[in-house]
């Protein structure tokens, strides 16, 4: 079976610090890739997605990640988190059409 | 604007009794999901419609079978509830075959089974 693993579990930092939550994956062929953000209280939504091109790519609310094939990672970051960041993060990646999620990395900034 | 939107936030049923779960999404997507997320577990994946009338099992669809006769509506269906079933579930769409599409999630359905 196919599995994505998220390092973190539970990541508390202060205003303005800067952000890297670890993502990796279990399969060698061509993947589809992507973090996805729950804020307190509403539904899962899409922050950003990979499926070719630029390894790099920008998302909304600042957030970035980084695919990265030879270390099978996709980890998300950014720069300066804010207060309103605080959230459970997602790591998905789609093989044939199918999702296999992360465990999830619980964000809390502290303003 | 996606929307999908399951039939209750919270649900409370006792051992035994059979639950309906039920999605419905506007927007005309072939792929249908059912998830359920417990802490520390990420999302699972229970079952999953490609098409009105086709399922396939998820990673975990002991307990569980789905309904699609129409292709808005994704039912789950908790054959005898049991208390292990007690969690979050959530209902997903995406649009197409080629994996690159996101999918859009309702609000999911807190059942406690007692």
């Known amino acids: 079976a196919q599995s994505v693993s998220q390092h973190n579990h539970h990541v508390i930092l202060s205003e303005a610090a800067s952000l890297e939550l670890g993502c990796n994956y279990s399969?060698?062929?061509?993947?589809?890739l992507f973090w996805y953000v729950q804020y307190p209280g509403q539904h899962l939504q899409l922050l950003l997605k990979?499926?070719?091109?630029?390894?790099l790519v920008k998302g909304i609310k600042g957030f970035e990640a980084e695919f990265i094939k030879s270390k099978f990672s996709f980890n998300l970051r950014k720069p300066s988190v804010q207060w309103s960041d605080t959230a459970e993060y997602f790591c998905?990646?789609?093989?044939?059409?199918?999702?296999?999620f992360g465990s999830g990395t619980k964000l809390n900034v502290k303003p | 604007d996606v929307k999908v939107t399951q039939s209750s936030r919270y649900l409370v049923k006792r051992t035994g009794e059979k639950v309906f779960l039920e999605c419905v999404q506007d927007?005309?997507?072939?792929?249908m999901f059912w998830y359920r997320q417990d802490p520390g577990l990420g999302l699972r994946l229970i079952y999953f419609?490609?098409?009105?009338?086709?399922?396939e099992k998820g990673d975990i669809p002991e307990g569980y079978s789905v309904s699609r006769e129409k292709k808005e509506r994704f039912s789950l269906i908790l054959e005898s509830a049991s208390t292990n079933q007690t969690s979050m579930y959530l209902c997903?769409?995406?649009?197409?075959?080629?994996?690159?599409?996101?999918?859009?999630f309702g609000p999911g359905t807190r059942l406690t089974v007692l």
């Open positions: 997903a769409s995406s649009f197409g075959t080629s994996g690159y599409n996101e999918q859009f």
């Open positions: 399969y060698g062929g061509t993947v589809n």
């Open positions: 990979y499926f070719s091109g630029d390894p």
């Open positions: 998905a990646v789609n093989i044939f059409n199918k999702f296999y």
């Open positions: 927007m005309d997507h072939e792929n």
């Open positions: 419609s490609y098409d009105v009338k086709m399922k």
